[in-house]
């Protein structure tokens, strides 16, 4: 039962589920053995769910047993990001600062997966308040690479895609503020998508860029990746940025075949790019041309601003987010302080992290008298133009291919002293993000050093059926999502 947990995807679990071949009390025994065997060493988990998550699977094979299925989640097991909110569970968000917080409250994505009748395991590792590109800002553990043990999980999801490579859970989410679903799944061999903003609700999700944030699927197969974003989307007025439109049937993409133009743009192929990984994504681009679509090149020419405009607008909008953390109500008071004055900066001094204070700064520096409109407006008008240089590129394509990343995974420490070599681990990314358009990393390839290379494909607006489409004909031929790392 372990070896066929840790092998077969979502889907094909769910199906088995069905016929009663397994049950869903087996999946998450499987699930928590796995967990229990590797987790010391992987480190993706900050807490697990045991004897609730059985409680869960009984109600599910319960409700199998009487003929009232909740859907094909139902009976999953399936593990969040901590920055998700569960109701009576821990919501640390990575950070000593909310280190003994229980959610008194599920976030909307949380009542949906519930409604489906998914398995919640436990709570995932993630750099502090998803400001990181490694998972070593985490305040309690560093997430490793299940494909080596050395090297860094990716970020700020780290926990989230290393679970999966490390066969621990078929199913997660994580959240995406510049590329942390994407970049973790490239790096650690796996699928995660980054939707269209306002497609998923944000409520119930710990703010930490409110413009840019944004809640998706990982999984091990592209259509794994489908059957969990369908579960998840859909207008919420909870979330006042919530789009309300009619969602599609993201499992009928998998199927279309419809040839597209796909764009190739020159900025993304220039130096810093790892050339393991050029070579591994321009052969991704000639089999898509081999399949029959067109290959432009197209520009993006403000690419290079795209770092320092997200890092004005992103750490602006944390200065003002993380200000409710004050050691008052919710979060861990100091004990030093001696009036109510020095209660909010000893505690916020105590007990965030040094990449959190970091960005905190920075943001409040750029919203001061005297330099908001020379950073932060001017960057918010210069995201607009980046925003535009996507628009225009599709007018002429339906997609655009790009890596991932620059490099593979690096080792553990390698840029802990480097914030801007961190930073620049996301380049690829953070232009999704600005414009608030869908994009999928999906596996394209492995080093010579054995560790994984990922693709990036991104779409139009609400594009994420052809995204979806384009991922499974490349996996379906390539057959990555059969890779498990060998622990």
Known sequence: MSDTFQTQSATE???QLQSGALTALDLTRAALARISAVDDRVKAYLSVNTEDALAQARASDARRAEGKCLGPLDGLPISLKDVIAVRDQPLTCGSRILEKFISPYDSTVTEKLKASGAVLLGRLNMDEFAMGSSTENSAYQVTRNPYDLERVAGGSSGGSAAALAAGMVPLTLGSDTGGSIRQPAAFCGVVGMKPTYGLVSRYGLAAYASSLDQIGPLAR???????????????DDRDSTSVHREVPQFKDALSDTTPRTLGVPKEYFGEGLDPEIRASVEQAIAFYKAQGHKIVEISLPLTDLAIPVYYIIA?????????????????SRSARATNSIDLYSTSRGEFFGAEVKRRIILGTYVLSSGY???????AQKVRTLLRNDFLRAFQQVDAILTPTTPTPSFKVGDKANDPLAMYLADIYTISVNLAGLPGISLPCGMSSNGLPIGLQLIGKPFGESTLLSLAQSFEQVHGFKDAIAKL
């Open 13 to 15: 679990l769910s199906r």
């Open 221 to 235: 197969s592209v259509e794994d990746v489908a059957l969990l974003l369908q579960a998840i989307v859909g207008p």
């Open 315 to 331: 750490t602006a909008e944390a200065s003002s987010n993380l200000a409710r953390y004050d050691g008052v109500r919710y979060t």
């Open 372 to 378: 908001y409109d020379a950073y932060y407006l001017r």
